[in-house]
């Protein structure tokens, strides 16, 4: 039977009442835990990043749309130097996302218990603290991502189809946060297609959705035309990286991205959406996607946007399951109670920082967020070294974003200047022609390739946080090169580099 009931065109399904103060008070204690941890440790790289970009604004990168460098400029600008602001909206958004899995049990059928369950499964888990604790483009696109999938929920149980309207604001913003969004909304209409309901697609308002995201993202496609469109390459580095394990680590990494003790919540919720003929859709939209990713060589965290639908559905399947005695009541409390314990030591910065190694294993971004002002320190004793001659007339190169962050960030109060790095959207922002002196190397382990850029270099330093913390830039070298064995402008577009 059908979890809803049969839905027909331009009918309207009553709904269950909406658990509407409880959600809103689980939904703001998320956010509240994010933003009263959010000032320990240090910047992400990735955050570093994101700064320098939002002084850079433009209509895309070559790695992301414009939306989150936008934010973080925001935020810098209302608090500069402020963690708690800079990561404000992540926490804001990763809230709203637990509101939105609870609103999403509803549209399913689920009444007022099952909604709490399903936000409170969201709300611990590791998709949730972990991204967002930082600033991340992943942050949002789970948000637009559950967004677009209760909007189109609604659309079915209500018949209203002048939802696709708002539906496709939704995906047009979210496109300028991250193209998973767009992938996802192709997944919903290939399963709409497949099981139906079909008359969602013969609607007018979907092609008016359709023109309403297509001119929010028009900007950043016009950009990327404009730039050779560098996304593609960047799509095709990831592929190559096998990060979490590549193809073979992709399902078994779902098992650990809500929670190991929630598995059984989101499989029931998967099971129960493909036996309710209304809803099936948003099933087969999770396998197309896991079929796409594992053929295209994608993240395994790139499925987390649909967490949220099959966490709402699982919601319901929980809560039948709850009517059979308070014991099945006691375990899910504790399976919650572990997952939120388990995620917060993981996700959020609540060990010292020499406490971190256990942690890397499972959550590798956790030491991505320690060290950089010591780093910076110890590329600036290197710097300082050289003659104030040659000073005026070298420069510091870095091997990733990273490292250029933070000596944007930290190194101006210690007599560094700005500096290049051949990496992402660095690559355009600052180009070193006319800087014929020497150069402090950050990064460049690989002889061979150090050798073929810059010829004879000293090493000078090598990084180290200070903690034995086995983060990336642990053990970096800092080398001093003579000068740039060619002209910049022949060098720079060798030293570039998308990943």
């Not at 209500?158 to 946060?177: E, I, K, Y």
């Not at 991250?178 to 969602?200: I, Q």
């Not at 939120?340 to 993981?346: I, M, S, W």
């Not at 200047?417 to 402090?440: C, E, L, T």
């Amino acid at each position: 039977m059908s979890v809803t009931g049969t839905v027909r065109r331009g009918a309207t399904s009553t709904a269950r009442p909406t658990a509407r103060g409880p959600l809103l008070v689980l939904a703001g204690a998320v956010a509240a835990l994010l933003v009263a941890t959010s000032w320990r440790y240090g910047y992400h790289r990735d955050e570093l990043y994101f700064l320098v970009a939002g002084r850079n604004l433009d209509w895309g990168y070559p790695d992301q749309p414009p939306l989150t460098p936008l934010l973080a400029r925001l935020m810098d600008t209302v608090a500069p130097g402020s963690l708690v602001m800079l990561r404000l909206p992540s926490a804001l958004a990763a809230g709203a996302t637990v509101l939105v899995t609870g609103l999403l049990a509803r549209e399913l059928g689920g009444g007022t218990r099952a909604q709490l369950i399903a936000a409170a499964c969201t709300g611990v888990s590791a998709m949730t603290l972990v991204t967002g604790h930082i600033v991340s483009t992943t942050t949002y696109d789970v948000l637009f991502s559950a967004l677009l999938c209760w909007l189109v929920a609604r659309v079915v149980r209500t018949g209203r189809t002048s939802l696709l309207v708002p539906a496709g604001l939704v995906l047009g913003l979210g496109l300028l946060n991250k193209s998973l969004v767009g992938v996802l909304a192709l997944a919903l209409l290939g399963a709409l297609l497949a099981v139906g309901p079909r008359w969602v697609l013969r609607s007018s308002w979907l092609a008016a959705g359709a023109v309403i995201a297509g001119v929010l993202v028009a900007p950043y496609l016009v950009w990327q035309s404009l730039n050779g469109w560098p996304q593609l390459e960047m799509t095709r580095s990831i592929a190559a990286e096998g990060d979490q394990g590549g193809r073979l680590g992709f399902l078994p990494f779902q098992l650990v991205l809500i929670s190991p003790l929630l598995v059984p919540v989101w499989v029931a919720g998967l099971v129960l959406l493909w036996r309710d003929r209304s809803h099936r859709f948003l099933a087969v939209a999770w396998l197309l996607l896991v079929v796409f990713y594992l053929a295209t060589g994608g993240k395994a965290y790139y499925l987390a946007g649909l967490y949220p639908v099959l966490l709402g559905a699982g919601g319901i399947a929980a809560d039948r399951w709850l009517r059979d005695g308070p014991a099945r009541a006691r375990l899910l409390a504790g399976a919650l109670a572990v997952s939120l314990a388990v995620g917060a030591v993981v996700g959020l910065a609540v060990l010292p920082a020499r406490a971190l190694p256990p942690v890397l294993a499972l959550n590798p971004e956790a030491g991505e967020q320690v060290g950089w002002p010591r780093y910076v320190d110890q590329v600036a004793a290197v710097w300082n070294e050289l003659p104030s001659s040659q000073r005026s007339t070298g420069l510091v190169l870095t091997r990733n974003y990273g490292e250029a962050g933070a000596i944007d960030r930290y190194g101006p109060a210690r007599g560094l200047p700005p500096a290049y790095s051949g990496h992402n959207g660095y690559a355009d922002w600052r180009v070193p022609i006319g800087q014929a002196g020497p150069i402090v190397l950050v990064g460049y382990a690989q002889d061979a390739e150090r050798g073929r850029l810059f010829g004879s270099c000293e090493r000078r330093a090598t990084l180290d946080n200070g903690l034995g913390l086995r983060n990336d830039e642990q053990g970096v070298p800092v080398w001093v090169c003579a000068r740039a064995p060619r002209p910049w402008s022949e060098l720079w577009p060798e030293v570039t580099h998308l990943d």
